[in-house]
Every structure is written in structure tokens, then in C-alpha cells.
């Protein structure tokens, strides 16, 4: 089990530039998340998916786009990106149903100049 | 809305010394309550857990307890080690939405 994983690793852009970060869980969990982690204010929700085909906006959406093709992947687009979107992402993901314990994945370091 | 409030940090300890991290919460209806743990490069990992009042969550030594009267859930620890330095984050879980609520988190430090 490889449980949740990230790619790539580290990123760097320049400010205009677009991507997208691919996260995979092999648990068949039907919840998904990615997260922003900025210095001193936590975990920050972007988008989140309850399952196949789903999204839906977090805490701070704007500038970042979702799709969920397939349940085990999660993919994150940033179609023009800002120097503000410096920041370590991380997916996680939850059995449907709850108490919504989250598996993290390692995360992904992406510096916008 | 939801939200975590966890002691400030960072917190320095030496080897052996007792550890507590406030946390306190407000939520609508009834929450799991969680703790996580990140060491330095990795994404955060679940240290433990409680989905109900009066219920204790305990791993690795460290142990909370769902205190639905005073909204908290403190992690404690009666001796910590240099290999518990970490940031640790409480969380809580709603149900109706499943989506979690993060602390800002806190840093601890434990010195030899």
C-alpha cells in the first residue's frame, strides 16, 4: 500500500505559468482534499471531492481548479500562477461515512516567482 | 462556523518533562476530535483520535480527552523524547459535510 501520493515533489513557476499537481490514493477512500500549508496559519482547505466526479469549493478556492476523473485520483490545476500561491500543498484523503480521519500525502513545495 | 484554537508556540522542552498542548473548539453538533502529528518534510499524520464526550484517544504515549463541557481536547504527555519534536495539530471532523477544521498548530522542540 503507497497509501496517498503527490507529483511532483517540488515546482518552481513563473508568475503566468500553469500546472497541475496529481494526487493518488490506492485505499479506495471516496474523500478527497487538497490543503495549503503557509508559515503560521495552519491547514488551509482549497477544494475538496465526496466521491467519482464531484468537487466542491474549500476555504480558499480562488486561482485553483479540480477535477476527479477517477476515484483514486485528485488533480489540482493552477492555470496562472501568482507569486501568492507560494505554498506547500498537500492532498489528503477519508473513508466516506466518517469520523473523517485524513490520510496525508508527503506534499508538494511550489515557489511562483 | 468551526474552529480550532491551539495553544501558541513554539514549545521548548527538555527530555523526560511533562507535555500539554491546549486545544478548544467550537463546533456545531457533535465532532470527532483529532490530533495530528508532522515531522519536518512529511505531511501530517493522525496521532490519535476521540468521537465522542468523555472518550480518550491515546497512541505513542500521548493521550487526550473529549471534554465536551469545556469545548477542549489538551494533548498530553508524562515524558516526552527528542524524537517527538514536531508540529501537532488538533482537528475536528464534521459530519454532515466531511471536512475536517485545522488548528494553526504548534511546534515543539524537545532537547536532550
Known amino acids: 500500500n503507497a497509501g496517498v501520493t503527490q507529483t511532483p515533489k517540488f515546482r518552481v513557476l513563473k508568475t503566468g505559468q500553469s500546472m497541475t499537481l496529481l494526487c493518488a490514493q490506492d485505499?479506495?477512500?471516496?474523500?478527497m482534499y487538497w490543503y495549503r500549508q503557509d508559515p503560521g496559519m495552519g491547514l488551509r482547505l482549497i477544494h475538496y471531492?465526496?466521491?467519482?466526479?464531484?468537487?466542491a469549493k474549500g476555504e480558499v478556492p480562488d486561482g485553483y481548479n479540480v477535477s476527479r476523473l477517477k476515484k483514486q485520483n485528485f488533480l489540482l490545476g493552477l492555470e496562472s500562477a501568482a507569486p501568492s500561491q507560494t505554498s506547500v500543498y498537500f492532498c489528503?484523503?477519508?473513508?466516506?461515512?466518517?469520523?473523517?480521519?485524513?490520510?496525508f500525502g508527503p506534499g508538494t513545495r511550489l515557489t511562483v516567482t | 462556523g468551526n474552529s480550532v484554537t491551539q495553544m501558541e508556540g513554539p514549545v521548548t522542552l527538555s527530555e523526560e518533562a511533562f507535555l500539554t498542548i491546549n486545544c478548544t473548539y467550537t463546533?456545531?453538533?457533535?465532532?470527532?476530535l483529532f490530533w495530528y502529528v508532522q515531522y519536518p518534510g512529511e505531511g501530517l499524520q493522525l496521532l490519535l483520535k476521540?468521537?465522542?464526550?468523555?472518550d480518550k484517544g491515546s497512541n505513542k504515549g500521548f493521550e487526550a480527552t473529549y471534554r465536551k463541557e469545556t469545548t477542549s481536547f489538551h494533548l498530553e504527555k508524562g515524558s516526552v523524547q527528542v524524537s517527538d519534536s514536531a508540529v501537532y495539530f488538533c482537528?475536528?471532523?464534521?459530519?454532515?459535510?466531511?471536512?475536517?477544521?485545522f488548528g494553526d498548530g504548534t511546534t515543539l522542540t524537545v532537547k536532550p
Open positions: 489528503a484523503s477519508s473513508f466516506e461515512g466518517g469520523p473523517y480521519e485524513q490520510y
Open positions: 485505499m479506495n477512500h471516496e474523500y
Open positions: 471531492s465526496v466521491g467519482e466526479g464531484t468537487t
Open positions: 463546533a456545531t453538533g457533535y465532532p470527532s
Open positions: 476521540a468521537t465522542k464526550a468523555d
Open positions: 482537528a475536528l471532523s464534521d459530519w454532515n459535510a466531511g471536512k475536517s477544521t
